[in-house]
């Protein structure tokens, strides 16, 4: 139809040209173009409406057939509910587990100590991890904590050895960023990024329990470049290259702070001295 009447109004415009001034009939040609353009853009709206009817039509479809397995899934097997509503439970408990807030004492005292070390460390309550930034908590390529990194740390073990964390659980895990160890000096105390994280966290965790903290309360564990929370550059990335401190309850059956104390024992770690930059280790 539309076709139709475009080419009516075609032949009005040339029937018209032959007896009318040329003025009247640019005016009549201008409302031609401006009636063809509206015509154009009904047909389009009208175009659209019915694609959104029909996307309407597909979305109301497919919510009775969800309705519907919904209906039979009540009315035909109680069991199968029964089974996903233990599974949502289970896997609900298990979430709640993993972040287990710490007691509201040793909350607020981890808070204040990330509050005063100037960007040395940084506190998650939810999930009771400490974060120890390595660009300034380690010497670049070295396993050796500052004297800044060694005072706060000690505040640390101080909160640790609190009553109210005594029986806490302290996992300690190190991070690289990608860059590889290049320099042979490096190398030769930490071959691999792996290995330069974990002699990181041995690092922390020896003392820690230098200043008391009982070493059965420990897991160490090093991931090298492999766990980035960052994506890295052509020279790493420092928010990659870190140690991090789970708080946990400590598991059934472990012995208790004072017993450990009788069993403390301690990891010689590899050292070096270095001023070589961290990318270029």
Not at 16 to 21: E, H, Q, V, W
Not at 23 to 39: A, I
Not at 70 to 80: C, E, Q, S
Not at 113 to 136: C, I, K, N, Q
Request: negative net charge.
């Amino acid at each position: 139809m539309r076709l139709a009447l475009i080419a009516l109004s075609s032949v009005a415009v040339v029937s018209l040209a032959g007896c009318i001034p040329q003025n009247q009939y640019d005016d009549l040609m201008t409302s031609y173009r401006s009636k063809e353009q509206q015509l154009l853009q009904l047909q389009n709206e009208f175009d659209t409406s019915r694609a959104n009817e029909e996307m309407l039509r597909k979305q109301l479809a497919q919510a009775a057939a969800d309705l519907d397995a919904a209906k039979a899934l009540v009315g035909g097997d109680a069991g199968a509910l029964d089974a996903l509503q233990a599974r949502y439970e289970a896997l609900l408990a298990q979430v709640n587990s993993m972040s287990t807030p710490l007691p509201e004492s040793v909350n607020d005292a981890l808070k204040a100590l990330a509050d005063a070390s100037g960007g040395l460390l940084t506190f998650d309550e939810r999930t009771g991890m400490v974060r120890f930034a390595s660009d300034v908590t380690f010497d670049s390529g070295s396993a050796k904590l500052t004297a800044k990194a060694d005072a706060i740390i000690k505040q640390f073990a101080s909160i640790l050895n609190s009553s109210d964390a005594q029986n806490l659980e302290v996992r300690v895990v190190g991070h690289t960023d990608n860059v590889p160890i290049r320099k042979t000096t490096t190398a030769a105390q930490h071959p691999t990024n792996v290995h330069l994280s974990a002699h990181r966290a041995i690092s922390v965790r020896e003392t820690l329990v230098t200043d008391g903290v009982g070493a059965n309360r420990f897991m160490v564990a090093g991931y090298g470049e492999f766990r980035p929370i960052a994506t890295n550059g052509a020279r790493g990335s420092q928010e990659n290259r870190r140690v991090e401190v789970f708080l946990t309850p400590m598991p059934n059956g472990a012995l208790s702070s004072s017993d450990a104390a009788k069993t403390t024992n301690t990891v010689a770690t590899p050292e070096k001295t270095t001023t070589e930059p961290e990318n270029f280790k």
